[in-house]
C-alpha cells in the first residue's frame, strides 16, 4: 500500500526558508514521478517541483531558483527546499506521485496522479 506523509511546513516571515520532507512508502514503480503541489485558498492545485526515477528535475515558473527538490532513495523521502520565500507562496503542499511517469513531472495533470499525501500548510507573512 502506497503511503506518502508530508511534514515541515509552519510560519515564516517572507525571505526566509523551509524545508518540506515527504516519507514516500510501498511503491516499486521502476519509472514514476514525486512531485510537490500546492493549493492556495479559492486557487487551483499548481505543480510546483517534480522528480523522476532518474532524477531529472522540473519546476513551476513561480518557484524556479528559489525551490530545489530532491530525493533520498534509502531513506523513501523526497525534500523540498523552498528559499526566499514569500507571501504568495503561501499554500497548503502536498506530495504526489505517479508510477510511469515523464521527463517534466510538473507537466503532468493533478488529475493523473495516483496517489496523494495529507499536506502539510506553509504560511509566509509580509
Known amino acids: 500500500q502506497v503511503e506518502l506523509e508530508e511534514s515541515g511546513g509552519g510560519s515564516v516571515q517572507a525571505g526566509g526558508s523551509l524545508r518540506l520532507s515527504c516519507l514516500a512508502s510501498?511503491?516499486?514503480?521502476?519509472?514514476?514521478?514525486l512531485t510537490w503541489f500546492r493549493q492556495a485558498p479559492g486557487k487551483e492545485r499548481e505543480a510546483v517541483a517534480g522528480?523522476?526515477?532518474?532524477?531529472?528535475?522540473s519546476y513551476g515558473d513561480s518557484v524556479k531558483g528559489r525551490f530545489t527538490i530532491s530525493e533520498d532513495n534509502a531513506k523513501k523521502t523526497l525534500y523540498l527546499q523552498m528559499n526566499s520565500l514569500k507571501p504568495e507562496d503561501t499554500a497548503m503542499y502536498y506530495c504526489?506521485?505517479?508510477?510511469?511517469?515523464?521527463?517534466?513531472?510538473?507537466?503532468?495533470?493533478?488529475?493523473?496522479?495516483?496517489?496523494w499525501g495529507q499536506g502539510t500548510q506553509v504560511t509566509v507573512s509580509s
Open positions: 510501498g511503491y516499486t514503480y521502476g519509472r514514476y514521478c
Open positions: 522528480i523522476n526515477a532518474d532524477g531529472g528535475t
Open positions: 504526489a506521485l505517479i508510477s510511469g511517469g515523464d521527463n517534466y513531472c510538473t507537466y503532468i495533470p493533478a488529475s493523473l496522479y495516483d496517489h
